[in-house]
């Protein structure tokens, strides 16, 4: 079978070799402004607002914390100051991220960020051993619980505080394809339901339930273990180069619809970050010639690059 390599090459134009000859296509984002740096300073930027939240959320509830002893409260307390404290991780990752390539890491520095999803995934899963840890040490040595009407306050400021940082994470996060930043994400959408739960234990306590405040602990427990695994399956999959089916269904079917494209034969990919690296080979005529590789090359690369944003980079071997 003879194979049909595109040389490197802009987007929108290509060069010529001599038959015989093997080459490769590699289609990139091209601008003024370097996508990968774009979505990075987003991600940055979204980090940023949503620590300016989570603290201002922690200190009013460290306050009322302070005033009642509700372990409960201590349990989303934690929570949101583990929340704030992956804000580290990420914004190193989304810095790091905006580095260009190097000759030792020739695919760039993307990887980081999957690394800080995974120090995202260790905070949720120590808040969740210390809330256990704590709710059961209240069952058998119980403690009384003081300011319920501000408890209350409080775990309503947690739920609202929560929710909004959770929401607008996710919201970049799908926007510039980062399960780092949707991870961190659902992790505090789960804040502001163990927020709830502290409600629910103001409320049990004040119809004389004491024990439904370290039960609620062991709820929030609960809650964040689901998380833990549901974000680490994330994670740990793109670690191991490990792409959703829908990703690569998608660079298939936009590559069969190229109208000189016969049909389309391996297509592997995997992130690196919030972008997406793609190879793709595509069976052509027997009667192509190198010139007409390219230019069938080149036209599967414009369609990838309009149709995935979120793509870094695509290798497209021509064969016939």
């Known amino acids: 079978m003879t194979q049909l390599f595109v040389p490197k090459s802009a987007l929108h134009h290509s060069h010529h070799h001599g038959e015989g000859h093997h080459h490769g296509d590699d289609c990139h984002t091209h601008g003024a ?12 930027w979204a980090v940023k607002v949503s620590l300016i939240g989570l603290v201002i959320t922690a200190i009013a509830q460290a306050t009322v914390f302070w005033l009642s002893g509700s372990v409960a409260l ?6 949101n100051v583990g929340d704030a404290m992956t804000a580290l991780p990420l914004g190193i990752a989304f810095i790091i991220g905006r580095r260009k390539p190097t000759e030792r890491f020739a695919y760039g520095y993307g990887r980081v960020e999957d690394l800080a999803g995974v120090a995202v995934v260790g905070v949720i899963l120590l808040s969740a051993l210390i809330t256990a840890y704590e709710s ?39 926007e510039i394809n980062s399960a780092a930043l949707v991870a961190d994400g659902q992790h505090a959408l789960a804040d502001g339901l163990v927020s709830l739960a502290v409600l629910v234990s103001a409320m049990g306590v004040w119809a004389g339930y004491s024990w439904a405040d370290p039960l609620m602990g062991l709820v929030i427990t609960v809650l964040l273990l689901k998380i833990v695994w549901e974000s680490g399956q994330t994670i740990f999959t793109r670690l191991l180069d490990g792409v959703e089916p829908d990703v690569i269904h998608t660079l298939r079917h936009v590559a069969e ?17 919030h972008r997406l690296y793609a190879e793709l080979d595509i069976v052509v005529a027997e009667d192509c010639s190198v010139k007409d590789g390219q230019i ?3 036209a599967v690369c414009r369609e ?14 021509v064969t016939c």
Not at 74 to 79: E, F, K, P, S, T
Not at 154 to 168: R, S, Y
């Open 304 to 317: 990838l690059q309009e149709h995935i944003a979120y793509l870094g980079n695509a290798t497209v071997r």
């Open 136 to 174: 059961i040490d209240r069952f058998y040595h119980p403690q009384p619980i003081y300011h319920l009407g501000a408890l209350a306050i409080a775990a309503l400021i947690g739920f609202v505080g929560n929710e909004t940082v959770g929401l607008f994470r996710i919201r970049v996060g799908r």
């Open 74 to 79: 201590l349990a989303d307390l934690i929570h």
């Open 257 to 273: 619809h190229v109208g000189t494209v016969k049909s389309v034969g391996t297509v592997r990919a995997r992130w690196l970050g």
């Open 33 to 44: 402004i370097d996508p990968a740096i774009a979505t990075s300073e987003r991600g940055l």
């Open 296 to 298: 069938i090359s080149g």
